[in-house]
């Protein structure tokens, strides 16, 4: 080519440049995706209406307790506790369904349905990372529920007397029950939640199928306690999630609940807490399988 035919060309500098900052890592790849979903846990970032449900839900959660502590404050003594910690998650336990069946598909079921998960498991996260980073998310999303009213309920225990000091020395005995009933109540709703959306393929039939086995199963469980069917009083309890949670709670921080099924159970306590296990292994291997099946 001559030096007259010679095509000319002219270089643009259209900004991009390499990025020399910190590398974060797996770390940081785990951290950016459990983030990701408590944003998405709670609807953040996204419309009005993806609000409504996650926060409706928490503030119905915590309506109880605020009315307890008020009762205490303008009555004092005079009418017992509404609510105590070992009865309060019993009692709002409704809505952890509700909760889980709204919340949980946001976090799996559209990264399944969309292909998207190849992405996620390229390098530096693993599947591992993923799954647990997903159940992370719920279940610090669910101690909205499970810690939040019952600390609310502790400290307006403390609040609502003359002498703090000795109002809490009184109280803080109970907050390693509140803590650990908050947290065991998470972690395994939170298990259950994930496992049965990860095999839906839309979030409508996940948070059907989440409705179903919280609902049929308390309906299944009451029916077969103090019904027809006596020989069956004792395990009654173990077909429902929430009442085998419940076991669980009595067996390793004390206290009984009158409304539970576990009290007229004869089954000793700790096959409650060997339930639970039971139930938080299977769905994790149920999610080990499910997330082995997707090819990158």
């Known amino acids: 080519m001559t030096a007259g035919t010679e095509a000319s060309g002219t270089i643009f ?10 590398r974060l890592g797996r770390g940081g790849a785990i951290g950016a995706v459990v983030q990701a979903g408590l944003r998405a846990v709670f609807g953040l970032g996204r419309s009005g ?53 709204a919340q949980a598909p946001e976090l799996v079921v559209n990264d399944i349905r969309y292909r998207v998960l190849p992405l996620y498991f390229s390098r ?6 993923y799954v647990a980073s997903k159940l992370a998310a719920l279940a610090v999303g669910l101690l909205a529920l499970t810690l939040v009213p019952v600390l609310l309920l502790f400290i307006g225990r403390v609040l609502a007397t003359e002498d703090l000091l000795a109002a809490f020395g009184d109280e803080v005995g109970s907050l390693p029950g509140i803590i650990g009933s908050a947290v065991l109540h998470a972690v395994v709703l939170a298990s259950i939640g994930i496992a ?30 103090g019904g027809a069917l006596n020989a069956f009083d004792d395990w009654a309890p173990f077909v429902s999630p929430l009442s085998i949670i419940d076991g669980a709670r009595q067996w ?18 700790p096959f409650f807490g060997a339930a639970a296990v039971l139930l938080t292994l299977g769905s994790w291997l149920v999610l080990a399988f499910r997330y082995r099946r997707i090819t990158v």
């Open 13 to 22: 500098d259209i900004g991009y440049r390499r990025y020399d900052g910190p």
């Open 124 to 129: 530096p996260m693993s599947r591992v990372d």
């Open 49 to 101: 209406r993806s609000k409504i449900i996650p926060w409706g839900v928490v503030i119905l959660a915590i309506l109880p307790a605020i009315v307890a502590v008020a009762v205490r404050v303008l009555a004092g003594e005079i009418i017992g506790d509404l609510y105590s910690y070992e009865n309060y998650l019993w009692q709002i336990g409704g809505l952890f369904g509700i909760f889980i069946a």
């Open 252 to 269: 390793l921080f004390g206290g009984e609940v009158a409304q539970s099924p576990v009290g007229s159970s004869d089954v000793p306590l």
């Open 196 to 225: 049965i959306s990860s095999l839906a393929s839309r979030r409508a039939y996940a948070a059907g199928a989440v409705l179903a086995v919280f609902l049929i199963s308390g309906v299944i469980s009451e029916a077969l306690s």
